[in-house]
């Protein structure tokens, strides 16, 4: 296996105008009859992480990356 795996820069897989972010999410379940969202996401190239407590917080979290995309093409 240690074939299939080599070791790589960031600019190696990811293309010049993209960002590639993990987003992890689950429903806590409690007494409340709609579940309560959690999770994180992780911005890869720079490797910041933000936990998340609503899903309202992934787009915020991951827009200014999506500017700086857009400032970059102009």
């Known amino acids: 296996m ?3 795996v080599r070791d790589c820069e960031m600019d190696d897989w990811q293309e010049p105008h993209e960002s590639t972010f993990i ?3 689950w429903a806590e379940v409690g007494d409340q009859r709609d579940p309560e969202w959690r999770g994180h ?3 890869l190239p720079s490797a910041r992480r933000k ?3 609503n899903l ?3 787009p915020a979290f991951i827009k200014p990356y999506v500017a700086g995309l857009i400032q970059d093409l102009q």
């Open 2 to 4: 240690g074939d299939l």
């Open 23 to 25: 987003v992890r999410i």
């Open 41 to 43: 996401i992780t911005h």
């Open 51 to 53: 936990n998340i407590q």
């Open 56 to 58: 309202e917080e992934i």
